[in-house]
């Protein structure tokens, strides 16, 4: 084991130079918006690389090469880059090459591992279904009755003057939230009698 360690210490200590961390197999980028790539160096490297997003799948990514960014300043450790003109392609087996500069691509100080480039999260479109599908809900007095009395039970506990002023009015409303939420009946006469 200590032998393994010592092997690999010293091979890093012979080859350490630029090196991507992120993106990697298990982390990738999306496809919206800058996204993060961030990297070691040594003393001993050059200031500044070029980065370029490669693929050799043609079908995936027909330009093939793509610089991304131009004189990339080494000690910053990461940055986020932003899309190409057309975008970020999407698929798998892309890399990011550290290139000497726009004159050098093929001169490389060092290259990612291959990662993917997935399209974001259906998550945020259906978040934006459900809340679309709340404005569709018909009257704005019932929507006020489902939305108030989930916040209030816990901050008006007071169930006397709710009671005394429930008695009063709003019967008609009243009643409704009864039938939907019993317990909170009172609560929303009172939110009712005070919205008036
Ligand atoms: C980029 O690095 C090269 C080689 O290390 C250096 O000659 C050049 O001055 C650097 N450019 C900038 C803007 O840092
Ligand atoms: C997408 O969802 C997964 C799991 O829910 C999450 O780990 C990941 O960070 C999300 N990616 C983006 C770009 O939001």
Redesign the pocket.
């Known amino acids: 084991m200590r032998f393994f360690i010592a092997l690999a210490l010293s091979s890093l200590a012979t080859t350490l130079a630029y090196q991507v961390i992120q993106p990697n197999a298990a982390v990738g980028w999306?496809s919206?918006g800058g996204q993060l790539l961030t990297w070691e160096r040594a003393d001993t490297d050059p200031l500044n690389f070029t980065v370029v997003l490669t693929n050799v799948d043609r079908s995936v990514f027909p330009d093939g090469d793509q610089v991304l960014a131009a004189q990339v300043d080494g000690n910053l450790k990461q940055v986020y880059l932003n899309p190409p003109a057309g975008g970020w392609p999407t698929g798998v087996a892309f890399r990011v090459n550290l290139a000497q500069d726009t004159d050098n691509l093929n001169s490389l100080y060092a290259q990612s591992a291959q990662f993917e480039i997935?399209p974001?999260?259906i998550?945020?479109s259906s978040s934006t279904r459900a809340s679309t599908a709340s404005f569709t809900r018909p009257p704005p007095t019932t929507t006020a009755a489902s939305t108030i009395p989930v916040t209030t039970p816990a901050s008006v506990p007071s169930p006397s003057a709710a009671g005394s002023v429930g008695g009063d009015t709003p019967l008609n409303a009243g009643t409704r939230a009864f039938s939907v939420h019993a317990g909170l009946a009172p609560l929303f006469a009172a939110m009712c009698l005070f919205l008036a």
Do not use: L
Request: proline fraction near 14%.
């Open positions: 999306s919206e997935k974001p999260n998550t945020s």
